[in-house]
């Protein structure tokens, strides 16, 4: 509450338009979602889908992923190829996933955030620049925890209700015997 009063004061007295406000916080929109799943299972989710790239750091406990730097030139090439931007000479991403636990309506719930840090170089002299991303792979990743999620979730009803049929059978077999 005192941060936010803070920032408001300070937004005011250096003469922040609401206008600015409003953009730095579109930018700064991080991806996440909320899952009806516990901890446990959204990480596994997690831990699934991110096994194609290169985990530089992992703790299940803080709920926290960071991969090492990651070369993607040619798709930022590809992608831009239609555009009017030009060519860059390298470009590389990072992402942080987090995995945070919380409740809603008495439910254990899992919330996922995805931040991919973006950066490219045009040149050696320009050095590297950081870039927004278009949060397209952010998004793919989070559906794809969302699949897996649901899956697993089917699965385990499909087992439950296995196993009420089983013991409905050995319930009914001991009284056909008499």
Known sequence: MKISILVLILFLLSGCSY???RQVTEENDIPSRIY??????????VIQVMRKYDIAQQNQ???????????????VNFADAFGSSDAVKAAKFKMVINVVKGYRNGKEV?????YRRQLVEQDFLQGWKEVPTDG?????????????????NKLREID??????????QQQIPDAAF
């Open 19 to 21: 206008e600015k406000f």
């Open 36 to 45: 009806k799943s516990d901890f446990n299972q959204s990480w596994q989710a």
């Open 61 to 75: 406990e803080a709920g926290f992923i960071k991969t090492r730097w990651i070369d993607n030139t040619l798709e």
């Open 110 to 114: 899992s919330k996922i955030t995805i």
């Open 136 to 152: 397209i792979m952010e998004r793919t990743l989070l559906y794809r925890i969302e699949r897996l999620i649901a899956i697993d």
């Open 160 to 169: 439950k209700a296995r196993e009420k049929e089983q013991l409905q059978q």
